[in-house]
């Protein structure tokens, strides 16, 4: 069955360092998702990808974050600088079309010291 | 604004019916999705409602009620492994199909 991938698993960092989480959708899949999700809370919509184009990033933290997929295909989620707010559950997800429904990787989650 | 609401947590027993509430305020209506996301993994598909009524699944059902911004997911027959967050999900009008996600309902099946 196909699957969203998502890495690393687990990422530990001191504030104020650089981190990034890589995503692979499932193949065919127009529509990417990054969602940071807070404990206890639903998942955030941080940025959304149709193919290589940004459709919606109005949530992104702009001074630190920074989300790209160049080729349509894979998708990279950066941090720099890390701030303590920052540990979360970052989720990838990816859709046929927009309407779709929404198939999620199984997360990185970020703990920031 | 944008608003889900669902209760933040709940209990129930084994082999019991618990129903989980939602209720939202969005600027226009595409789609209701349930997720089940257990601890410290990814959410998984449910349901999905764009029309009102009920839809069911197996032990799930969910149910939409357009005119009152009202969904419920019914889970029958509970099982120990049914303890999981349950995430009530909008597609509003926005032409990227943009989902908003309520905070979820932690349900706790006891024996």
């Known amino acids: 069955e196909a699957e969203v991938a998502q890495s690393p698993r687990y990422k530990i960092t001191e504030k104020s360092q650089a981190v990034a989480f890589w995503c692979d959708p499932i193949?065919?899949?127009?529509?990417l998702y990054w969602y940071r999700q807070i404990l206890g809370q639903g998942p955030e919509l941080l940025v959304q990808?149709?193919?290589?184009?940004?459709?919606?990033d109005s949530q992104l933290p702009k001074d630190r974050f920074s989300a790209e997929r160049l080729k349509g295909v894979d998708s990279t989620l950066k941090i720099q600088p890390a701030e303590l707010g920052d540990s979360a559950m970052y989720l990838c997800a990816s859709s046929l079309a927009t309407t779709g429904e929404l198939f999620f990787g199984e997360g990185s989650r970020l703990t920031v010291l | 604004g944008q608003n889900i609401d669902q209760p933040t947590e709940m209990t129930a027993t084994e082999g019991a019916i618990v129903q989980i509430n939602c209720t939202y305020q969005t600027s226009g209506f595409n789609g209701l999705f349930w997720y089940q996301q257990h601890a410290g993994e990814a959410p998984t598909f449910l349901s999905y409602n764009v029309l009102d009524g009920l839809e069911e699944k197996g032990r799930f059902s969910s149910f939409l009620s357009r005119s009152k911004g009202y969904s419920y997911l019914l889970l029958k027959e509970l099982q120990m492994k049914d303890s999981a967050s349950y995430l009530c999900?909008?597609?509003?009008?926005?032409?990227?199909?943009?989902?908003?996600f309520g905070q979820g309902t932690t349900l706790q099946v006891k024996p």
């Open positions: 999900a909008v597609r509003g009008s926005s032409n990227t199909g943009k989902l908003i």
């Open positions: 193949s065919g899949h127009a529509t």
């Open positions: 990808f149709q193919d290589e184009s940004v459709v919606d």
